[in-house]
């Protein structure tokens, strides 16, 4: 990889993400937390991005479990754990259906180093996930009824600063590079029938889904995530209920 390609890349990301800074006028609350110095780690508080409108997550069965089970590791282990969702939306709406949970594999999760989020290691160790993304694309296209296929990143948060429930400005960056890594998915079925999402778990037990716009280039949350269970009833997960802190605290 050529260092000047790499440079303009990440200039790009950060160009996107004070663009939607900007948009929701909140870059001024955003450089207070810069101030603080943490960098890549300054905390950007979930309180001041926008509602997806009629946002609604539901886990399948499996999901929902996996997802407890990061929650768990999450507050045990207090080690930042990748993982990755696929699904897809009811028809064309803002309600996405999660069926199909991927994480490390257990001799790998004994790698994890304190600050580790890999995603690529979740790729590289489930060589099925791409092939059943692009799957997915191709049957909702011949379905044809307007649901578009979901990927979720996902990555846990410890409880290790006072900010830890809340999304970095790296997370936002990675958000808006995981979306153009998907391009060639997108691109095979020729059409925009393919998006993403962040997913951060909180040790507090929030689950956080980010969609990030690239088209108004703009982030939104879902604040409604439910999961079924194995007898078929559904229970709410907490989402965005942690309380950032002002900056300098
Ligand atoms: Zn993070």
Redesign the pocket.
Request: charge should be negative.
């Given at each position: 990889m050529r260092n000047g390609e790499f440079a303009r890349r990440e200039d790009s990301y950060e160009a996107k993400l004070r663009m939607a800074f900007e948009n929701n006028d909140i870059s001024d609350l955003v450089a207070r937390y810069e101030e603080m110095g943490y960098g890549g780690m300054t905390p950007i508080p979930h309180e001041i991005i926008n509602e997806m409108p009629n946002g609604r997550i539901l886990l399948g069965n499996n999901c929902a479990e996996y997802l407890k089970m990061m929650i768990e590791v999450t507050q045990q282990r207090r080690v930042?754990v990748p993982f990755i969702m696929i699904g897809e939306t009811v028809y064309d709406t803002n309600k996405v259906l999660f069926d199909d949970f991927y994480t490390i594999k257990g001799d790998s999760a004994s790698r994890l180093e304190e600050t580790a989020?890999d995603i690529q290691t979740v790729l590289d160790e489930h060589k099925d996930l791409e092939p059943n993304f692009t799957g997915r694309i191709r049957a909702l296209q011949k379905r044809n009824d307007g649901s578009r296929a979901i990927i979720c990143f996902g990555?846990t948060?410890p409880n290790r600063s006072s900010y830890y429930g809340t999304?970095?400005k790296?997370?936002f960056k990675?958000i808006i590079q995981y979306d153009d890594s998907i391009e060639r998915a997108r691109s095979s079925v020729g059409d925009d029938r393919a998006q993403t999402l962040g997913c951060?778990v909180a040790a507090n037990g929030d689950v956080d889904f980010m969609f990030y716009d690239r088209t108004a280039i703009n982030f939104y949350k879902f604040t409604s995530v439910a999961g079924r269970k194995s007898d078929g009833r559904v229970e709410r997960f907490e989402s965005y209920s942690f309380r950032t802190p002002m900056p300098g605290r």
């Open positions: 930042e989020c990555h948060h999304y970095s790296d997370d990675n951060m």
